[in-house]
Each structure stands twice: as C-alpha cells, then as structure tokens.
T-cell receptor, first 112, second 113 residues
Framework: AQRVTQPEKLLSVFKGAPVELKCNYS??????LFWYVQYSRQRLQLLLR??SRESIKGFTADLNKGETSFHLKKPFAQEEDSAMYYC??????????????FGQGTILTVHP | NAGVTQTPKFRVLKTGQSMTLLCAQD?????MYWYRQDPGMGLRLIHY???????AKGEVPDGYNVSRLKKQNFLLGLESAAPSQTSVYFC????????????FGPGTRLTVL
C-alpha cells in the first residue's frame, strides 16, 4: 500500500525567505503526486500536480523518483502563503478511480 | 455553481445515535469521495463512488455506510456513533479520470460525546 509522509507538522519562515515543504512517498509504481492547500476559512483546493509541471502562485514541485520525494518550493514566501499544505498521491492505473492518499499536512506560517 | 455542498456544517451526537451527512455536487462529476480529517493524520478516505448506484470501501470504512442513489448526491451514514468518529468530514468530487482535480466541500465538524 502507498504511504505519504510530510515530516514537518509546523514550518515558520519570514516574508521574503525561501520555503520548502517536504513530501516523501512510498509506492512501487508510477504515481501521480499533488499538493493541496487549505487557507484559513477556505476549502481544501488543488495547488499543483506533478503531471502539469506548472508553477502556481510562485510554487513549484519536482517529482524525484530516485528519492521518492515531491517537495514544494517557493523562492520568496509571502504572508498570504500561510496555510495548511497537504501532499497527496494517486497510484494511477484504471482502478485507482482518482483515490488519494494524503500526508499528515504541514502548517506554514509566514511572518511579516 | 455551488460546487460541492455539505450539510450539516456542525453536529453534536451522543454515543449510539445515528445521523446522515449529505454531500451534493452540481458539476456532473462521476466520482465522489468521503474523507475524514484528524489532527496529525491528514485526510483518510472512508468510502468512494465511481458512479450512480455504486459505492466502495476506502481506507477507514468501519462504522460508516454510504449510498449514491442520485449522481449528484453522496450520503454518509453513521448507524451508531462512537467518540472515535469525532472528526471533520470532507466530501469531494471529480471527473472520471485518474489524475483529475478533486473539488472539496466545506466540511462537517462532528463531535460524538
């Protein structure tokens, strides 16, 4: 069975500093990885997905199959980035039905 | 478009009581999911549905039942609530495809005393 680990429960940085939220996974196949974000008093929403290789709100994430990691990075954090971030994995294939396995989540706080 | 809605928003139950959580989506999505969110454990899949009339077990299905009689609705039932079911429950939906974005509801905060 697949597993997603986010080793940092809390992460604090100052505005303008680089930020990296770590995500490690265990799965033997070729999964699809996602980052979801939950801002205060808002719904959980997709931030970015590995397959799109896009940058959203200045965030990027690279899938490293050798290290089985999908860390989320932003070079200059902003106060509005403060939120709960979840890394999630879909094993892929026809029978995965989009099911996601989530990590434990990391609360990011960006101080002014 | 309301997206994904959940009712109720909050509920307090006594041990042994039953209740049903309703999830509705107006995006014509085939797939629907119920998750629970607990501190330090992230979101865990309870049950899911890949279409009207179908349901399947997720990672933590015990103590819950579901039904999807209409494509737009996905109901989560607790027949005999236990304190261990105190949690925040999220419903989500997506189009039929392995890697599609899931759209989440606002959540239901349930406390079982």
């Amino acid at each position: 069975a697949q597993r997603v680990t986010q080793p940092e429960k809390l992460l604090s940085v100052f505005k303008g500093a680089p930020v990296e939220l770590k995500c490690n996974y265990s799965y033997s196949g070729s999964p699809e990885l996602f980052w979801y974000v939950q801002y205060s008093r808002q719904r959980l929403q997709l931030l970015l997905r590995h397959i799109s290789r896009e940058s959203i709100k200045g965030f990027t994430a690279d899938l490293n199959k050798g290290e089985t990691s999908f860390h989320l990075k932003k070079p200059f954090a902003q106060e509005e980035d403060s939120a709960m971030y979840y890394c999630a994995l879909n094993p892929g294939g026809g029978t995965s039905y989009g099911k996601l396995t989530f990590g434990q989540g990391t609360i990011l706080t960006v101080h002014p | 478009n309301a997206g994904v809605t959940q009712t109720p928003k909050f509920r307090v139950l006594k041990t042994g009581q039953s209740m049903t959580l309703l999830c509705a989506q107006d995006m014509n999505h085939e797939y629907m999911y119920w998750y629970r969110q607990d501190p330090g454990m992230g979101l865990r899949l309870i049950h899911y549905s890949v279409g009207e009339g179908t349901t399947a077990k997720g990672e933590v299905p015990d103590g819950y039942n579901v039904s999807r009689l209409k494509k737009q609705n996905f109901l989560l039932g607790l027949e005999s609530a236990a304190p261990s079911q105190t949690s925040v429950y999220f419903c989500a939906s997506s189009y039929r495809a392995p890697y599609n974005e899931q759209f989440f509801g606002p959540g239901t905060r349930l406390t079982v005393l």
